[in-house]
C-alpha cells in the first residue's frame, strides 16, 4: 500500500528564515499528493496539493513541487512568519483514501 | 457551506461508560472519514464510508468501538465501554475526492 516518511521534528525557525520539510512517498498508480496544515486546536486544513508528476502546489506562500523520479514533494517557503507555526501532515493517495506522515510540529520563534 | 461539523467539542466521561460522537459531513460529499489522534500514535483512520456503507473498519482497535451512517447526512462514532487509553482526539473528515475538509474534533477524555 501507500506510505509517506516526513521530516521529523520539531522544527524551530526565526523569523523569515526559509523553510524545507522533507516528505518521500511509495504509491502504487498515479497518486496524488497533499500537504495540510493543523493549528492548535484545530483539525487539519489543506494547504496544498499535487495531482501528477511536476506540477506545483502553492498557497500561502507555500510551495511543494510532486518529483516522480525521486518520489517527492518537499513543502518549502521563503520567508516563514510567526503566525505559520503549526503542524503540517503530508498525504498521499487516490481520490478518495489518503495515507497521512506522522507529522512535522513546527515552531516560528519571533 | 458549514464544513464538517462535530458534536460534543470536548467530552468528559467515567470509565466504562457510552460515549457517542457525531458528524455532519459536507453535503455532496460522498466519502466519510473517521480518524483518532493521539501524541503516541498520531493520526490513525479507524473506519471509512462511501454512500453510506462501511468500506473498511480494518482500523477500529477493538470491538468496544462501532460506526454508523444512517443517511448521507449523520455519522455517529460509539464507544462502549470506554476506557482511559480511548483518550485522544477524535476527528470526521468527508471528500467527494478533491482532498478531505476535516471538522474541528472532539477531545475525548476518559478518566
Known amino acids: 500500500g501507500n506510505s509517506v516518511t516526513q521530516m521529523e521534528g520539531p522544527v524551530t525557525l526565526s523569523e523569515e528564515a526559509f523553510l524545507t520539510i522533507n516528505c518521500t512517498y511509495t504509491?502504487?498508480?498515479?497518486?496524488?499528493l497533499f500537504w495540510y496544515v493543523q493549528y492548535p486546536g484545530e483539525g487539519l486544513q489543506l494547504l496544498l496539493k499535487?495531482?501528477?508528476?511536476?506540477d506545483k502546489g502553492s498557497n500561502k506562500g507555500f510551495e511543494a513541487t510532486y518529483r516522480k523520479e525521486t518520489t517527492s514533494f518537499h513543502l518549502e517557503k521563503g520567508s516563514v512568519q510567526v503566525s505559520d507555526s503549526a503542524v503540517y501532515f503530508c498525504?498521499?493517495?487516490?481520490?478518495?483514501?489518503?495515507?497521512f506522515g506522522q507529522g512535522t510540529r513546527l515552531t516560528i520563534n519571533p | 457551506d458549514a464544513g464538517v461539523i462535530q458534536s460534543p467539542r470536548h467530552e468528559v466521561t467515567e470509565m466504562g461508560q457510552e460515549v457517542t460522537l457525531r458528524c455532519k459531513p459536507i453535503?455532496?460529499?460522498?466519502?466519510l472519514f473517521w480518524y483518532r489522534q493521539t501524541m503516541m500514535r498520531g493520526l490513525e483512520l479507524l473506519i471509512y464510508f462511501n454512500n453510506n456503507v462501511p468500506i473498511d473498519d480494518s482500523g477500529m482497535p477493538e470491538d468496544r468501538f462501532s460506526a454508523k451512517m444512517p443517511n448521507a447526512s449523520f455519522s455517529t462514532l460509539k464507544i462502549q465501554p470506554s476506557e482511559p487509553r480511548d483518550s485522544a482526539v477524535y476527528f470526521c473528515?468527508?471528500?467527494?475526492?478533491?482532498?478531505?475538509?476535516f471538522g474541528s474534533g472532539t477531545r475525548l477524555t476518559v478518566v
Open positions: 473528515a468527508s471528500t467527494q475526492g478533491d482532498g478531505y475538509t
Open positions: 504509491a502504487t498508480g498515479y497518486p496524488s
Open positions: 498525504a498521499v493517495g487516490g481520490a478518495q483514501k489518503l495515507v
Open positions: 453535503s455532496g460529499h460522498d466519502y
Open positions: 499535487a495531482t501528477k508528476a511536476d
